[in-house]
């Protein structure tokens, strides 16, 4: 009996995205933090993210899949990234018509809403969108390796440290 052959590993790079309600986009003074979701024309919640193209780094499929989903633009200053040197890593399996079953590598980043008057804008990959405290979100975030970096950003943002939480870093 032959062992099963391995699924492809698709990387895939985003951010994940959070603003300071009440307090001013930018590091505002309310302690209050919400992160952005997104829910899949599939159902499922997530973050703006998506699969590296031909020759492009983790750090510009993150930027160009985010413009591209939810139409928050680092570029256009919509987001800031106080600390590009963290990371965290999602591994998990997944399926989808386009790519067939496959397990999936993903980066984030952790980006913060600057400009309040930024809406969110979806893309036609996705049917719904809403921002939500932490623990609402780990609530309604669909897989648990999504729920582990959306826990570190979190606790990345009460301890205000720097650092990478990506272990393969």
Known sequence: ??????????????????????????????????????????GRWGFPKGHLEEGETEWEAAVRETREECGLDLARGDLAVDDADFTVTAGY?????????????????LARKVREEAEVTLSNEHRAHRWAGREEALRTVDFQPLRQALNKCGKKLQEGGKGSENPTK
């Open 93 to 109: 399996r997944s399926g989808s018509r386009r790519w067939g079953p496959h397990d999936k590598t993903v980066t984030f980043w």
């Open 1 to 42: 009996m032959s062992s099963p052959q391995p699924l492809p590993v698709h990387r895939c790079a985003g951010f994940i995205v959070y603003r300071r309600p009440g307090g001013g986009g930018d590091h505002g003074s309310s302690p209050t933090v919400e992160f952005l979701l997104l829910q899949s024309s599939g």
